[in-house]
Each structure stands twice: as C-alpha cells, then as structure tokens.
C-alpha cells in the first residue's frame, strides 16, 4: 500500500509538472539590424525562468523587456508599445522592489556579438487570466543599456529586435 501511494504521489508531480505553461518568443531584426535569437519562458512557480541566446548585437548589454503589446509589425518595433506595466509601477531595476512587470535585467553580448539570458523573473505570469500574464506580448531588446532610472523607458535607444511571446503546446 505505502508504494502505490509513493507512486501515485509521483505521477500526480508529474502530471502538475507537465502542465506548466511554457512560451517561446522568436527574436527578429527591426529595420537596419540582424540581431535574431530564441527566448524561452517557462512557469516555475510563481515565478517565471527566462532564458535566451541572441545574436547580431553590438558587444555590450543591451535593454531587455516585455512589451505591452504583441505587435511586431512596425519596422522599428514601436507597435510593440511601452512596457508591459500591469500595476502602475514607474521604470527601475528589476532586481529591487519597485519597477514595470516587463523590467528584464540587461541582455549582454559577448565580442562575437552573442548573447545568452537566464533568469528567474517574479512579478510576471504565463497563466492565462491572470493581471501579470505575459503571453500575446512581446519581448523587446535594444541598442543601448537601461539606465533603470529614466522614465519611462531606462533610455535604451532604438529597438533591435522584437518577437512576440507566444503559448508552446
């Protein structure tokens, strides 16, 4: 009796485990740039991990954020709109308290113009219906560093990439 508990305790984590949504984002070039690249989310929790490898940056950290929109369509990525902001929050560090859902730390490339990310983000969702989900909006990286104190937008320069995150299934 004790094992089949064991073992029926191991297919119900299992199960809870299998169905934790997990998105995917496909980087594109806006207009004039080559940057490219996959990011991954995956629900952990109440938390969210991110991770990503992007190429085609300029050597350096780069602004990374969720968007409220996803909406790719504008050749310089502004249909994207601002950033993903679902309790009035103003721009900061996304490693202290107060900041927009969408405030990633920074993306930085190496001299090859490569770039990986791996992060555990509270404060954002994959759980449709719920105020801090993310999916349906889009992931935004660009040209210059987020000075995480200019408002609204960290003062990161032009958008190099956007892609929209979207539900694997």
Do not use: W
């Not at 995917?24 to 207009?31: C, G, N």
């Not at 050597?59 to 601002?82: L, N, Q, R, V």
């Amino acid at each position: 009796m004790r094992t089949l508990v064991v073992i029926l305790a191991a297919l119900a984590l299992s199960a809870c485990a299998a169905k934790a949504p997990t998105a995917k984002a496909v980087m594109a070039p806006t207009r004039g740039n080559t940057t490219t690249g996959l990011v991954t989310f995956a629900q952990q929790g109440d938390s969210v991990h991110i991770t990503a490898l992007i190429s085609g940056l300029t050597p350096g950290a780069h602004g990374f954020h969720i968007h409220e929109k996803g909406d790719c369509s504008a050749h310089d990525g502004t249909s994207a709109g601002g950033h993903f902001n679902p309790f009035g929050k103003r721009h900061g560090d996304p490693s202290k308290p107060d900041h927009h859902a969408g405030d990633l730390p920074m993306i930085v490339a190496g001299s090859n113009g490569v770039a990986k990310f791996d992060a555990v983000m509270s404060g954002i969702s994959l759980m449709e219906d719920d105020k801090a989900d993310i999916l349906n909006r889009s992931v935004i990286i660009h040209a210059m560093p987020d000075d995480y104190t200019t408002q609204p937008t960290g003062n990161s320069g032009a958008r190099v990439a956007c892609g929209i995150i979207t539900l694997q299934k």
